[in-house]
Each structure stands twice: as C-alpha cells, then as structure tokens.
C-alpha cells in the first residue's frame, strides 16, 4: 500500500506562494521595547574571543547571528555582567543546537552528547552526587561552566532543581524533534506546540530571568498557574513570531513544518494561516495582559515580591519585542 508524504505534498503545495506579513510591532506596541547600553561594547568583545578560538565558518555564523544583540534586546535592563553572561548563554544554546542537528542521522552519537550534556550540567549546578562537574573531552559542553557557576552563586538548591529540569526538557525534546523530522507525516497543532515549546529553549533562558535581573521571586509564585500561564504564554507568542518571520527560507529549503505551515495545510490558503497565527498572537498578548494585571493587583505579595515580579513580568514583554527587532 502506497502511504502518502504529506512532508513533500506540503512543500509541493507551498511552493510558488507568496506571502505577505504586516509589520506586526503594532500588537506588541504597549510593551516596553529597548536596547542594552553596553551592545556595541559586548559584540565586540565577542567578536575578539571568537576571532581566536573558531573557525571563520563558526566566526561568521556567530557573527550574523549577532547574539550580543539578542541578548541586548530580551533584556536591555539587566546589569552588565548579567548582560555578558546572558550572551554567553545564548551562544552556548546556538551551538549546542547546531551540534545536534548536525547529528540528526546518527541517532547513538546525537544520544551520547545529550547525556554527557545533562550529566555535566547537573553537576555544574551541584546537583549530582559528585562535588565536581563530570569530566567531558567536548569543549562546548565544557564552556557551560562559567555560566553554571554565575547560577550556582544565585539560586538556591530548589531553584537550581527547577532550571536544571528546564534543562533536561531541552534536551531530551531535541530527540522527539529530531524523530519528527525523520517522519513523512505532518504533526498536528497539538503535537507540534508539546514539542516546540521546550525545543525553543525559551525555558531555560527563561529560567535565568532572576539571574538576569538580579532579583528573586517567590518560591511560591515560580510554582504558580499564574506563573506558568505567564511563561508559556510568552514562549508561543516568541515561536509564532519566529514560525511566521522563517517560513519563506523553510520554503526555500524545502523544511517547511512549523506552525504556519500546518495551518497552511489545514485550510490550503497562506494568507487564512498568517491571519490566524496572527490572531493567536494577539489571543496570547490579551492572556498575558489580564494574567500579569491579576498576578500584580493580588495581596499575597509583599511590595518587595511584588516589585521583583513585575520586572520579570516585564523581562518576558521585551523577550518578545525585542525578538522582533532582533530579527
């Protein structure tokens, strides 16, 4: 029995189709928006330490990646060694990211580096059996330790606990998003948002919001629904975003499974996607809006509490203006 591509008819579909997306800053414009200060001083200096360590192939992906930027847009307030560290960080998934894919066909050595990866980073959060991060010969994995370190300092060991199981998330959803990849069939919206949420990585980066702005919230928050709503809330507004802004060069090179596309193949019409992926952003904006609004008029809070919530409340808008800027 013939089973049916449905991976190649969606790029057969999509081929020759053009779309158009209005500027969508609009949705997002009574969120706040800015730039780090310290961006030119930081891109250059990890232009330097790149210049001697890599290849020109890896100095030029950075480069045009410009984290230094990303991390100067998601979170232009923070102080400026939480700047650097946050770079940093942002390199290391961009790499860490990139080394998986590339192992996408070798599915025992794509396993191998996403366990010594969790090894060592659970122990460089001190939270193995050994005192000391396990010994790795992969310099990527290896460079993750300063950053351990910075967090170490900061969170105490429940906090630790929760960033290193958005760590593991990560991780092992990079094997559901590699076995996906191999299939012919298109996921459902369900399936594909279980998947895209963690293999975004917006729950680790996330997960250092404190770090970042140097504040601490309540234990009792972070375990909220509130707080969940807030944060998943955030990473799909970012993925739509990112789907939307990356379809036309998926389309190109014929990898063409996001959610815009899925859409797309439910209802055989571009435009009818982009305007209800939008629509679902717009959706997703009022939720955080009314949730933020009750989570910050509540009496549960102390005005201190209350005051560190609303920066991270606020760091999670400018994630996602300045997504729209970095891109």
Request: net charge negative.
């Given at each position: 029995?013939?089973?049916?591509n449905?991976?190649?008819?969606?790029?057969?579909?999509?081929?020759?189709?053009?779309?158009?997306?209005?500027d969508?800053?609009?949705?997002?414009?009574?969120?706040?928006?800015?730039?780090?200060?310290?961006?030119?001083?930081?891109r250059?200096?990890?232009?330097?330490r790149?210049?001697?360590?890599?290849?020109?192939?890896?100095q030029k992906?950075?480069?045009?990646?410009?984290?230094?930027?990303?991390?100067?847009?998601?979170?232009p307030?923070?102080?400026?060694k939480?700047?650097?560290?946050?770079?940093?960080?942002?390199i290391w998934?961009?790499?860490?990211?990139?080394?998986i894919?590339?192992?996408?066909?070798?599915?025992v050595?794509?396993?191998?580096?996403?366990?010594?990866t969790?090894d060592f980073?659970?122990?460089a959060?001190g939270?193995?059996?050994g005192?000391k991060?396990?010994?790795?010969?992969n310099p990527?994995?290896?460079s993750?330790?300063?950053?351990?370190?910075?967090?170490?300092?900061f969170y105490?060991?429940?906090?630790r606990?929760?960033?290193?199981?958005?760590?593991?998330?990560y991780?092992?959803?990079?094997?559901l998003?590699?076995?996906a990849?191999?299939?012919?069939d298109?996921?459902?919206l369900?399936?594909?948002?279980?998947?895209?949420?963690?293999?975004?990585?917006?729950g680790?980066?996330?997960?250092?919001s404190?770090?970042?702005?140097?504040?601490?919230l309540?234990?009792?928050?972070?375990?909220?629904?509130?707080?969940?709503?807030l944060?998943?809330?955030?990473?799909?507004?970012?993925?739509i975003?990112n789907?939307?802004?990356?379809?036309?060069?998926?389309?190109?090179a014929?990898?063409?499974?996001?959610s815009?596309?899925?859409?797309f193949?439910q209802?055989d019409d571009?435009?009818v996607?982009?305007?209800?992926?939008?629509d679902?952003v717009r959706?997703?904006?009022?939720?955080?809006?009314?949730?933020a609004?009750?989570?910050?008029s509540s009496d549960v809070f102390?005005?201190?509490?209350?005051d560190?919530?609303?920066q991270v409340?606020d760091l999670m808008?400018?994630?996602?203006t300045?997504?729209?800027?970095?891109r």
């Open positions: 029995m013939h089973t049916v449905q991976r190649a008819t969606l790029a057969e579909r999509l081929s020759g189709q053009r779309m158009f997306i209005a969508m800053r609009p949705i997002l414009s009574h969120w706040p928006c800015s730039q780090h200060g310290d961006y030119e001083v930081v250059s200096a990890v232009d330097e790149f210049a001697l360590l890599t290849s020109r192939q890896i992906a950075i480069s045009d990646a410009d984290p230094a930027l990303l991390a100067a847009r998601w979170w307030m923070i102080p400026r939480s700047y650097r560290v946050m770079t940093d960080l942002v998934f961009g790499l860490w990211d990139d080394m894919e590339k192992l996408a066909d070798d599915t050595a794509a396993e191998s580096l996403r366990l010594s969790k980073i659970r122990a959060l939270l193995a059996d005192a991060p396990t010994a790795t010969a990527l994995i290896q993750f330790q300063p950053i351990a370190a910075e967090a170490c300092a105490s060991k429940d906090k606990r929760i960033l290193l199981h958005h760590f593991d998330q991780i092992d959803a990079t094997r998003e590699a076995e990849e191999r299939s012919n298109i996921p459902s369900k399936e594909y948002w279980e998947v895209r949420i963690l293999t975004s990585g917006m680790t980066l996330l997960g250092l404190e770090y970042a702005l140097q504040v601490q309540p234990l009792s928050f972070v375990q909220s629904e509130a707080y969940s709503t944060w998943v809330t955030a990473v799909v507004i970012n993925s975003i789907d939307l802004l990356s379809l036309k060069k998926e389309m190109q014929q990898s063409v499974v996001n815009v596309a899925i859409l193949y209802y571009l435009d996607a982009v305007e209800m992926s939008l679902h959706q997703l904006v009022a939720l955080f809006d009314s949730t609004d009750e989570v910050l102390d005005a201190r509490q209350l560190a919530i609303a409340i808008r400018t994630v996602n300045g997504n729209l800027e970095w």
